[in-house]
């Protein structure tokens, strides 16, 4: 197969022959003798060194026993030490704590106050000195109707007239008749110090409004806050005048109500 004159001139250089000159062996010769006439170089020498005597009691722990286990067996190995160690506490010593166990005793009314904290189990969090108070307004010691409706106004956006929903009080118990209170405080580093400051700002509150000299009989209880949840809510409420009640079939008037036949008076009779 003939190849074009491109291809042939591309592999012009691969298949170029040289010719072999006898000056190439007389080069081969000359350097040889001048390599044989060159004195060989001194070699270094080495020093006779003692070998380092090892002590093999030293080096007795470091060797590693032939019949010891890889890592990973050992690292199940130590949990299995440390599961067989709780399981006897659990055994031994959790029986040991019967003798502290007190019987559950229902608040009453002498201790109104519902305390709520939050925990991550040991963990460090900033919310688990947060400390969280709420009480039934009606179970506080309030002198009279007046004293109540100051101690709401007074309040503000603290009162609500259903218990918070994180309080743990249910809707059922005593005290639901005048609302509830809630406080909250995390602005010291210590639970103690932030519970301390909400129940000093309870008998503050207490304070003023059992003081009746001025009793804010003009001033209504404000319920925007509540209006504005129920509108966030979204769940019929929002609708105007539906905040606080909703209508149902008993608020509808009963005089519109058709009267039945039955019912209705007779008239004259047309027959004479």
């Known amino acids: 197969m003939a190849l074009s004159r491109s291809c042939r001139a591309a592999l012009t250089p691969v298949f170029r022959q040289r010719p072999f000159h006898t000056c190439f062996v007389l080069a081969a010769r000359q350097g040889g ?28 722990d470091q060797r590693p026993p032939e019949d010891d286990a890889p890592e990973p067996t050992h690292r199940y190995l130590q949990q299995q030490r440390e599961m067989l160690y709780y399981l006897r506490l659990i055994e031994h010593e959790m029986p040991k704590l019967v003798a502290y166990r007190k019987s559950f005793v229902p608040p009453d009314a002498s201790n109104p106050l519902v305390v709520r904290t939050i925990s991550y189990g040991g963990e460090p969090h900033p919310a688990t000195a947060k400390r969280t108070i709420v009480v039934p307004v009606a179970l506080l010691p309030l002198k009279n109707e007046q004293a109540i409706h100051k101690f709401k106004v007074l309040a503000g956006v603290r009162w609500t007239p259903d218990p918070p929903a994180d309080s743990g009080i249910g809707s059922e118990e005593n005290g639901a008749e005048h609302g509830y209170f809630k406080i909250s405080c995390e602005d010291f580093p210590k639970g103690a110090m932030n519970l301390k400051w909400a129940s000093d700002t309870i008998d503050r509150l ?42 149902t079939l008993r608020d509808f008037p009963k005089e519109w109500l058709p009267v039945p036949q039955t019912q209705a008076a007779p008239g004259p009779s047309a027959s004479t």
């Open 206 to 247: 207490l304070a003023a409004a059992n003081d009746l000299q001025e009793t804010f009989s003009d001033i209504p209880v404000d319920t925007r806050h509540l209006e504005a949840k129920t509108r966030k809510a979204k769940k019929g409420g929002h609708i105007y005048g539906r905040q606080q009640h909703r209508p």
């Open 33 to 60: 003798q001048a390599a044989a006439a060159a004195p060989p170089k001194a070699r270094r020498a080495v020093p006779d060194l003692e070998p380092f005597e090892i002590d093999e009691d030293v080096m007795e």
